[in-house]
């Protein structure tokens, strides 16, 4: 069990040019989950994916924003046309259908800086 | 899921027990309580969850009072590394698995 892992793990950016963000899950999870974290605030629930179906997205998740889990694997989340308000961490986390335990399992997170 | 209300803050000292408290007034009965913990520029790490029971881990102990309205977590021998935002959550046993809504957490700082 290596973990949930995300790439890059900081992004810079300028405002207006599109970023990519990877997270590879835990394997054997079937549910994936991206949150955005800004300073002082605790994680805030974007979308999250049952295996390659999106089941679930949050008013958060503007039209700018993208996910996909096409294999139900590794996701990634695509913000296009940045804006400043966009600096934020983004979480991923990765669970299994049911069962208790930790519930989720998070990532280390990507920081993404748009100036 | 049920709110809960946090402690925006509080300070410990290096060797001491912490006590989180966390309160849920409006749980409800096949709620179950969970604790996270981030450490700075860290993803969130699970502590410990309970429904009714006390329960202890490696990490930590759950204190859940009797009428289930609030809780305690306890670090019993907190250490520098243990400066995190601890975070208390209530989630639905069937949804154990499913997304957590974190509120503002509890702010902990551990002093030498």
């Known amino acids: 069990d290596t973990g949930v892992s995300q790439d890059p793990r900081h992004k810079i950016t300028k405002r207006g040019q599109n970023v990519t963000f990877r997270c590879d899950p835990i394997?054997?999870?079937?549910?994936l989950y991206w949150y955005r974290q800004t300073l002082g605030q605790g994680p805030e629930f974007l979308t999250y994916?049952?295996?390659?179906?999106?089941?679930?997205k949050s008013r958060l998740l503007s039209d700018r924003f993208s996910a996909e889990r096409p294999k139900g694997s590794f996701s990634t989340l695509e913000i296009q046309r940045t804006e400043q308000g966009d600096s934020a961490m983004y979480l991923c986390a990765s669970s299994y259908l049911s069962g208790g335990g930790p519930s989720l399992y998070f990532g280390p997170g990507t920081r993404l800086t748009v100036l | 899921d049920a709110k809960t209300t946090q402690p925006p803050s509080m300070d410990c000292a290096e060797g001491r027990a912490a006590n989180l408290p966390c309160n849920h007034s409006?749980?409800?009965?096949?709620?179950?309580v969970y604790w996270y913990r981030q450490i700075h520029s860290q993803g969130p790490q699970y502590i410990i969850h309970?429904?009714?029971n006390n329960e202890t881990n490696e990490m930590a102990s759950l204190i859940i009072t009797e009428d289930r309205k609030s809780s305690t977590l306890i670090l019993p021998h907190a250490t520098l590394r243990d400066t995190a935002v601890y975070y208390c959550i209530v989630l639905l046993r069937e949804a154990a698995g499913n997304k957590l809504t974190f509120g503002g957490g509890t702010r902990v700082l551990v002093k030498p």
């Open positions: 994916f049952q295996n390659e179906a999106q089941l679930e």
């Open positions: 409006t749980i409800s009965g096949n709620e179950y």
């Open positions: 394997s054997e999870h079937n549910r």
């Open positions: 309970g429904l009714k």
